[in-house]
């Protein structure tokens, strides 16, 4: 008889294939035109396999609101994701990320806006 389960998988093989064991909402409001989150649950020790960007409860993002995406600490202007609040929402996967920086460099706010991040792990 079998003692190890069919669903058991390698550290190698859960971090290939789209297997999420946990995942987590962060909430990031802004309200001047120049702001900056890093969202603290994608680290190295706990990188994400796929976030999604989207627009906070209850809040409206407006459509000229310029957002910089930067992952797994990429500081060079040319590899950094550049979206508007039409964009929204926004995936990426694909790769292993461990860390995640987003900047509103040009929010135009008029009033208190929310972005959320969903992280998956």
């Given at each position: 008889?079998?003692?190890?389960p069919?669903?058991?998988?390698?550290?190698?093989?859960?971090?290939?294939?789209?297997?999420?064991?946990?995942?987590?909402?962060?909430?990031?409001?802004?309200?001047?035109d120049?702001?900056?989150?890093?969202?603290?649950?994608?680290?190295?020790?706990?990188?994400?396999?796929?976030i999604?960007?989207?627009?906070?409860?209850?809040?409206?993002?407006?459509?000229?609101?310029?957002?910089?995406?930067?992952l797994?600490?990429?500081?060079?202007?040319?590899?950094?994701?550049?979206?508007?609040?039409?964009?929204?929402p926004?995936?990426?996967?694909?790769?292993?990320?461990?860390s995640?920086?987003?900047?509103?460099?040009?929010?135009?706010?008029?009033?208190?806006?929310?972005?959320?991040?969903l992280?998956?792990?």
């Amino acid at each position: 008889m079998a003692t190890r389960p069919i669903n058991r998988f390698t550290v190698q093989e859960a971090s290939n294939l789209l297997i999420y064991e946990d995942y987590f909402f962060e909430d990031m409001t802004y309200a001047t035109d120049t702001f900056s989150f890093t969202a603290a649950n994608i680290t190295s020790s706990q990188p994400a396999k796929k976030i999604v960007l989207y627009e906070g409860d209850g809040a409206t993002v407006e459509d000229d609101d310029t957002f910089t995406i930067k992952l797994n600490g990429e500081t060079a202007t040319n590899k950094s994701i550049i979206i508007t609040g039409l964009n929204l929402p926004f995936t990426i996967e694909g790769i292993l990320m461990t860390s995640l920086v987003v900047t509103v460099p040009d929010g135009d706010t008029t009033s208190s806006d929310s972005l959320s991040i969903l992280s998956f792990h």
